[in-house]
């Protein structure tokens, strides 16, 4: 499995921009994608972005040409660029990669989470 630690959350003022890092550790060659996910208070945990080893990306609706999914595996490292930020951004924003262990064993592993503040 791997072992996911995220950064770059903090509090920023609506229209603003942060980006999220993702460093990953680990059996890393067993990564098949790796996706950004975000949580409030009494809601489901819910997929943001993510990116297939391919590099295919997909994006929840609300935010779709204002966040950009990257991966640069030099740095084993996923980023999630956040522009033109609002109140409703505000969540906790996880890392998460899921792969497979021998080419038959899936798994599952996710960051402990960074908290992203939208003040209006």
């Known amino acids: 499995q791997v072992q996911l630690v995220e950064s770059g959350g903090g509090l920023v003022q609506a229209g603003g921009s942060l980006r999220l890092s993702c460093k990953a550790s680990g059996n890393i060659l067993s990564i098949n994608s790796m996706g950004w996910y975000h949580q409030t208070p009494g809601k489901q945990r819910e997929l943001v972005a993510d990116i297939t080893r391919d590099g295919l990306r997909t994006y929840a609706d609300s935010v779709k040409g204002r966040f950009t999914i990257s991966r640069d595996n030099s740095k084993d490292t996923l980023y999630l660029e956040m522009n033109s930020l609002t109140s409703e951004d505000t969540a906790k924003y996880y890392c998460?990669?899921?792969?497979?262990?021998?080419?038959?064993?899936?798994?599952?592993?996710w960051g402990r989470g960074t908290q992203v503040t939208v003040s209006s």
């Open positions: 998460h990669a899921d792969g497979t262990i021998g080419g038959a064993a899936p798994y599952e592993s």
